[in-house]
């Protein structure tokens, strides 16, 4: 049982990564847009984000440096304090997003209104991060988000094409419109490999305190997690592929997410799925909204951690909930949290290079990581996808302009 | 993604003024695929309400949410300007867009009746396919 509680670290932080509101609806769209051609887009970004958090989480375990300490060192006072305000932008943009996705699923499951859910949800997350012990955050969250697996049963039930999906996972473009195609690929690659996972994941890490003897918990962790939020996004793009795709339905609501679930469950499932869905978007803000004071803590030299009281990491605690009220002060001018969440996916992809990099660089460097730097393996998959990000970020922000925000 | 088209286009329309603005072909095919799709995402919802496989909050929720969007469309269809030759496909959008608004406010005041879902579900697919037909 300790064994299965200890990996709740990745669960949580992929669970928040993969499968937040943003998330949710991507891979709804990608499915009901293409079928299931972009299953193999989710792969590469599976086994990028398993890479890079298993590095940072060696990192932060034997080097004691979470992300952010790595960035300002290896990029330098000038250079970090832009990541850091980039990172800022997307962490602030995509907190306020999830604060949104929990009211709309409360509304979805209390019929009240959203406006004052929203309240709601942000009193909530405010409790929950300040009574609970990091570790009692992580199971709570990344546990009851693991009822998204209903998901997983109402794709099966959905009788989909097996030999269709089986050939999502072989790149291919079998469309008319290959920019929007490009556009949803550079997008559910940004998702998977949303920077604040690994801010998350690398001070979680120093959080629970992991020695030498945990880098093989470290392993199981980021595999274990990021295969599992992997699985979620397969779920949903084969339960679109198979419910949205030949009715012509375009999704764009949260509850047509819950419908998936609903068609092939009934009620149960549906409310599964709801209660997945709120516990995953706020284990999603909760993910953000520490990470956006794990950065600016381990940028400035602050004292920081939730394994801390208040009074001994005073500005770590004003941080998030500077953060948590700055969310709900844009949430209620009644932005619409799936679009905020969509582009903040989209602007993150291009802060993907800056974040990366440094965690490579150190993880490389013998000074630091002694016998537990990189080996060939590690550098070799590290390079590789450092490439593709670079791709990704280049073409990121053209693409969506070129298909008119994913509108085709 | 085409709600952010249906929120550009309701903005397009605030711009030109309240004589509506002009709408071209490739726009309004668009708006006719986003009713295409709401109808048959409303036929699925009241599909569940016939089969009671639902709970009446999520129906009523959700409802609201694709009201919204019909009846915004309904709406901005009425009031925009198009070719002479397109008069007829906006017309008949106009007509489905306001099928589609009205029998979501029934769904949304009767979360629980079967019977009517099932009726609703009928005439929503209905509606679902003269709208593809309308696109093409």
């Known amino acids: 049982v300790s064994k299965v509680l200890q990996l709740a670290l990745g669960i949580l932080a992929a669970i928040g990564g993969f499968v937040d509101i943003g998330d949710l609806v991507f891979n709804i769209e990608a499915g009901a847009t293409f079928g299931y051609q972009l299953l193999w887009v989710v792969v590469v970004g599976v086994v990028g984000i398993i890479v890079y958090s298993e590095m940072c989480g060696r ?56 406006r004052a859910l929203i309240v709601v949800a942000v009193v909530g997350l405010g409790v929950a991060i300040w009574v609970l012990p990091f570790e009692w955050i992580e199971r709570l969250f990344g546990y009851m988000g693991l009822c998204l697996l209903v998901f997983a049963v109402g794709a099966i039930k959905l009788h989909p094409d097996w030999g269709a999906v089986g050939h999502g996972f072989v790149p291919h473009a079998d469309t008319g419109n290959f920019m929007l195609y490009a556009y949803f690929a550079v997008g559910l690659l940004g998702a998977a490999m949303t920077p604040y996972e690994v801010y998350f994941y690398s001070s979680g890490a120093v959080e629970e305190g992991w020695t030498q003897k945990d880098l093989g918990l470290n392993r199981t962790n980021s595999m274990v997690g990021y295969v599992l939020g992997g699985t979620l996004s397969f779920a949903l793009m084969i339960t679109a592929g198979a419910l949205y795709l030949p009715r012509g339905i375009d999704p764009q609501f949260i509850g047509t997410v819950a419908l998936g679930a609903d068609v092939p469950l009934g009620t149960i499932g549906l409310i599964l799925a709801m209660v997945g869905i709120l516990f995953a978007v706020g284990g999603a803000a909760i993910d953000t909204c520490l990470s956006g004071a794990y950065n600016v803590s381990q940028y400035f030299g602050w004292e920081w951690g939730k394994h801390r009281r208040p009074s001994e990491a005073p500005r770590f605690a004003l941080s998030w909930m500077a953060l948590l009220v700055l969310g709900l002060l844009i949430i209620v001018t009644g932005v619409d949290p799936v679009m905020l969440t969509e582009y903040s996916v989209i602007v993150s992809v291009v802060a993907l290079p800056l974040t990366y990099l440094p965690i490579l660089l150190v993880a490389n460097d013998k000074a630091y990581m002694g016998r537990y730097a990189n080996g060939r393996l590690a550098n070799a998959f590290g390079l590789f996808y450092l490439a593709i990000i670079m791709v990704v970020a280049l073409t990121a922000i053209p693409l969506m302009i070129l298909t008119n925000g994913g509108k085709g | 993604m085409r709600r952010k088209g249906v929120c550009l286009a309701a903005l397009a329309f605030a711009l030109a003024g309240c004589g509506g603005g002009a709408l071209g072909k490739h726009a309004l095919t668009k708006d006719v695929e986003s009713i295409q799709s709401l109808a048959a995402e409303s036929a699925l919802l009241a599909t569940q309400v016939a089969h009671g496989d639902v709970t009446g909050t999520f129906v009523r929720v959700h409802t609201q949410y694709l009201g919204r969007v019909s009846g915004s469309l309904e709406r901005t269809l009425a009031k925009a300007r198009v070719p002479e030759g397109l008069a007829d496909k906006r017309r008949r959008a106009v007509r489905l867009a306001g099928l589609v608004d009205r029998d979501l406010e029934l769904l949304h005041e009767h979360p629980d009746d079967r019977a009517l879902g099932q009726r609703l579900a009928a005439e929503l697919e209905r509606v679902a396919k003269q709208a593809e037909e309308l696109a093409k």
């Not at chain 1, 979470?66 to 850091?84: H, I, K, N, S, Y």
């Not at chain 1, 997307?90 to 306020?96: E, I, K, P, S, W």
């Open chain 1, 59 to 114: 990192v932060a375990t034997v080097a004691k440096r979470p992300v952010f300490d790595a960035v300002r060192e290896r990029m330098g006072f000038g250079v970090g304090l832009g990541v850091l305000v980039a990172s800022q932008v997307v962490n602030l943009m995509t907190l306020a997003a999830e604060v949104g996705g929990a009211a709309l699923v409360l509304q979805l499951l209390a019929g009240i209104s959203y």
